[in-house]
């Protein structure tokens, strides 16, 4: 299997930026798809991100195009999550999941999820 761990959520005002880390253990990678979903209470899990392992190909919801830069580091087997320009409707906890099989854009199709890191965003 393929393990998880998401940091560098926190509390940062409207505007800021943060940048969340994802680091993978377990399985090669180099079949998998990397996202990043959140979630606030009382709404569906959203797509942000997603990033193929094996060429880097990303993707984004039209939400956060031009504000948010996923990308990998295959040395430490991390995914990074840079979130600029950050505004309220942001603020959410913040997964990565992986898979092989996915469809982009839907969480459901994910196998492996990280526990997740809390993004505030104070206006």
């Known amino acids: 299997q393929v393990q998880l761990v998401e940091s560098g959520g926190g509390l940062v005002q409207a505007g800021g930026s943060l940048r969340l880390s994802c680091v993978a253990s377990?399985?090669?990678?180099?079949?998998?798809?990397i996202g990043w979903f959140r979630q606030a209470p009382g709404k569906e899990r959203e797509f942000v991100a997603a990033i193929r392992w094996s060429g880097g190909s990303t993707y984004y919801a039209d939400s956060v195009k031009g504000r948010f830069t996923i990308s990998r580091d295959n040395a430490k087997n991390t995914v990074y999550l840079q979130a600029n320009s950050l505004k309220p409707e942001d603020a959410d906890d913040y997964y990565c999941?992986?898979?092989?099989?996915?469809?982009?854009?839907?969480?459901?199709?994910?196998?492996?999820w990280g526990k997740g890191t809390l993004v505030t965003v104070s206006s």
């Open positions: 377990g399985r090669t990678l180099s079949s998998y798809t």
């Open positions: 999941a992986a898979s092989v099989k996915v469809r982009i854009g839907s969480w459901r199709h994910m196998e492996y």
